[in-house]
């Protein structure tokens, strides 16, 4: 039995410029278990977001493969991925509730609507919003917004969940928060995760693996383990001998070009 859930085989990526033919990734290949929480980082400009994006659907690879659960892509939207971007503010409807805007991507997958209303109910309870679900989004915090948002991704439970570089938008101690909320999803619902972040430390202490991705164009630099027991606390996690060695690896491999594993 094939326990791939994200399957990229020798993916490549180039677009038009000015200037002529870009090539922003290269010959990348990994593949991502079911349940596993992996990260990606890499240098600013390195292609993380491009690379999501061609997984989501959003961008048609030149060339490579890309298979979400033995499925290969044909530059649609897998209705069994779901997206939370960095924007919050453009990703939410502001005229719809709180539990509309959870509800409204469970229209598309045929739910009831009772089915609807609780699975959007439990996905706001998951994330702590359970007595917000009649207010709007302009009414909300900037990290109470991202919380909507997961909880509409995880509300038709999502075989992969991509996740670019969602928290760089708020403030650190809301960072702390909606890392650790996105720990508690996994662990409740043992979601699958993509996560694209440019933070060193977040990549660490969230992920099962993480990629490091080269200069652009991107190739895999890296595909390191992170053994480090869970469930995970945001001090004593990154007080670990083996956080700190992994924290040196991936800074020397994106701080230093040239080093490689």
Do not use: C
Request: net charge positive; proline share 5%; hydrophobic share 40%.
């Amino acid at each position: 039995m094939n326990d791939q859930v994200l399957e990229v085989r020798d993916l490549e990526y180039e677009y038009v410029t000015g200037k002529g033919r870009f090539r922003a990734i290269d010959h990348l290949s990994f593949s991502v278990r079911e349940g596993e929480f992996v990260s990606i980082v890499g240098p600013s400009g390195s292609g993380k977001s491009t690379l999501l994006k061609t997984i989501a659907g959003l961008l048609r690879v030149t060339a490579g493969e890309i298979r979400v659960s033995g499925q290969v892509l044909t530059g649609q939207i897998p209705p069994q991925v779901a997206v939370v971007f960095q924007d919050y503010s453009r990703s939410l409807f502001p005229w719809m509730t709180v539990q509309e805007n959870v509800e409204f991507p469970l229209k598309g997958k045929k739910f009831g609507r009772k089915e609807a209303a609780e699975r959007s109910l439990e996905s706001l309870v998951a994330v702590g919003l359970g007595d917000a679900l009649k207010k709007y989004p302009w009414q909300l915090s900037g990290g109470m917004q991202q919380r909507v948002a997961i909880a509409r991704a995880i509300a038709y439970r999502p075989t992969l969940l991509l996740m670019d570089e969602p928290f760089a938008s708020v403030d650190a101690q809301t960072r702390a928060d909606l890392e650790d909320l996105v720990l508690s999803i996994h662990q409740k619902y043992g979601t699958t995760i993509l996560f694209i972040t440019h933070d060193i430390d977040e990549s660490i202490y969230l992920a099962d693996r993480v990629l490091v991705l080269s200069q652009p164009p991107a190739r895999l630099k890296a595909d390191l383990k992170v053994d480090l027991p869970r469930p995970r606390h945001q001090i004593q996690t990154k007080q670990m001998p083996e956080f700190i060695r992994l924290r040196a690896e991936v800074s020397g491999m994106i701080l230093q070009p040239g080093l490689a594993r």
